[in-house]
């Protein structure tokens, strides 16, 4: 290589260098002057903004200053227009408009019908139940009655006795087809056990709730069928004060669907109870029996309307409730005892009596068969122990002379002086018609 060329070469070499030196320091200067002014246009936006955003509020405030003139003239001027149209009407002659609009109201009045009042339901139920206890003539009927008529109130109901510390079904609504009399009667119930039928005894008041509410209620719903309702309800029959049965109830509603029924069954059992404790009363005032009626003929007593999906109960088992529910016991508390024998008493010949006379023979007749009924059920163990030994007097001294009281207090002294109708009532039902078991 020649020495021009070697210089060229090297000239070019170090131009090149220079040139990339060179340009390496105009791009750092470069960076440092953007580093420099980049802070400032930063600035520069941020207050351009303001300015801005300044600006737009000021022109809001005067548009929304100006609107709000706008509106409160136009306001003013309709004020003003709408005062003086009144005012020119006010003044005008309206007696024309008035004749009209007296016209049309009283033609509008005189075409509304008048709405009839709706009977409330419930209380024409409870009207006709008051009316059927009424026409009932013994216990058993006023029984049969009440659970019939809430038939239309509940999905199922039972008539419970108490006894001692059972409960014992008597009659029943809404079992099923296969639930007879029989059937119903071997229902029984603990009553030491925690369930709603409990709560009558201790409280004395009507129970409802939820079906779920007492922890031994799934024993009760499988005695009478093992169904589990939504709603369970319980209220006592009372007679003088004391609970003598429990009429239980469910429902497959909640009781907010049907709200009014606790109250219904609350009235209904009360009623129930009057009628039975007025029954006494009510046999002195029954009217009087035909003329043809013979002294010895015996009352028929209809049978009540059989329960629905439950056969009527028997004679006997009439006459146990009928007993139960009407312990005599509970009325004569007040008496005093003494400890007089029974005397045999001899009937006068008979003599032609008037109808008041007979109604007299024909209470004292019942009276003593319900007082005699009650002895019965309080007291079977001793009356089952006093047939065999035949002392049922000595064993039950003290009921048959308070009963005996009872007896003479409420029927007239010339009936209880010349008959023997107590006594009689005490064979038959106490000794199975043979007076040797009386011991007397």
């Given at each position: 290589?020649?020495?021009?060329?070697?210089?060229?070469?090297?000239?070019?070499?170090?131009?090149?260098?220079?040139?990339?030196?060179?340009?390496?320091?105009?791009?750092?200067?470069?960076?440092?002057?953007?580093?420099?002014?980049?802070?400032?246009?930063?600035?520069?936006?941020?207050?351009?903004?303001?300015?801005?955003?300044?600006?737009?509020?000021?022109?809001?405030?005067?548009?929304?200053?100006?609107?709000?003139?706008?509106?409160?003239?136009?306001?003013?001027?309709?004020?003003?227009?709408?005062?003086?149209?009144?005012?020119?009407?006010?003044?005008?002659?309206?007696?024309?408009?008035?004749?009209?609009?007296?016209?049309?109201?009283?033609?509008?009045?005189?075409?509304?019908?008048?709405?009839?009042?709706?009977?409330?339901?419930?209380?024409?139920?409870?009207?006709?139940?008051?009316?059927?206890?009424?026409?009932?003539?013994t216990q058993a009927e006023i029984l049969q009655v009440l659970l019939h008529h809430i038939g239309s109130w509940a999905d199922r109901a039972i008539l419970f006795v108490i006894k001692g510390d059972q409960a014992s079904g008597w009659a029943a609504l809404g079992l099923g087809p296969d639930w007879d009399a029989g059937r119903i009667r071997q229902i029984e119930i603990d009553l030491s056990k925690n369930l709603i039928l409990r709560d009558i005894i201790t409280m004395g008041e009507p129970v409802f709730g939820k079906a779920d509410s007492y922890p031994d209620n799934p024993d009760l719903f499988q005695a009478i069928g093992d169904r589990t309702p939504k709603s369970a309800l319980a209220v006592p029959v009372k007679v003088r004060g004391k609970i003598a049965g429990i009429l239980y109830v469910d429902l497959e509603n909640d009781l907010s669907e049907q709200p009014d029924v606790p109250s219904l069954l609350t009235l209904a059992s009360r009623a129930a109870s009057m009628a039975i404790d007025l029954l006494p009363l009510r046999s002195r005032t029954a009217p009087a029996p035909s003329p043809a009626a013979a002294p010895?003929?015996?009352?028929?007593?209809?049978?009540?309307?059989?329960?629905?999906?439950?056969?009527?109960?028997?004679?006997?088992?009439?006459?146990?409730?009928?007993?139960?529910?009407?312990?005599?016991?509970?009325?004569?508390?007040?008496?005093?005892?003494?400890?007089?024998?029974?005397?045999?008493?001899?009937?006068?010949?008979?003599?032609?009596?008037?109808?008041?006379?007979?109604?007299?023979?024909?209470?004292?007749?019942?009276?003593?068969?319900?007082?005699?009924?009650?002895?019965?059920?309080?007291?079977?163990?001793?009356?089952?122990?006093?047939?065999?030994?035949?002392?049922?007097?000595?064993?039950?001294?003290?009921?048959i002379e308070r009963s005996r009281r009872m007896y003479t207090e409420r029927v007239p002294e010339h009936i209880h002086s010349s008959t023997n109708y107590f006594y009689e009532e005490l064979v038959r039902t106490l000794a199975n018609g043979d007076p040797a078991l009386l011991g007397m």
């Open positions: 290589m020649s020495f021009p060329e070697y210089l060229k070469d090297r000239i070019s070499e170090d131009y090149k260098n220079l040139m990339i030196q060179k340009l390496q320091e105009i791009k750092d200067q470069s960076e440092g002057l953007k580093n420099t002014f980049h802070p400032s246009i930063a600035e520069m936006n941020q207050s351009l903004r303001d300015v801005l955003q300044r600006e737009l509020i000021r022109i809001q405030e005067a548009f929304d200053h100006k609107l709000d003139g706008i509106h409160e003239k136009l306001t003013k001027e309709f004020a003003e227009v709408v005062e003086n149209y009144v005012s020119s009407w006010y003044h005008s002659d309206i007696t024309p408009f008035q004749q009209q609009m007296e016209l049309l109201i009283s033609d509008v009045v005189s075409n509304v019908p008048v709405p009839p009042k709706k009977e409330n339901e419930d209380l024409a139920s409870l009207v006709d139940l008051a009316r059927k206890l009424d026409q009932a003539g010895e003929t015996a009352k028929i007593e209809m049978p009540a309307p059989p329960v629905q999906e439950v056969a009527e109960p028997s004679k006997p088992e009439e006459e146990e409730l009928t007993s139960k529910v009407t312990k005599a016991e509970d009325v004569a508390e007040a008496a005093a005892v003494t400890g007089s024998e029974p005397t045999l008493i001899v009937p006068l010949p008979f003599k032609e009596i008037s109808e008041e006379e007979l109604q007299y023979h024909e209470d004292a007749k019942r009276f003593a068969r319900l007082l005699v009924s009650e002895i019965k059920l309080y007291n079977e163990a001793q009356v089952s122990a006093g047939r065999e030994n035949k002392d049922l007097y000595e064993r039950l001294k003290d009921d």
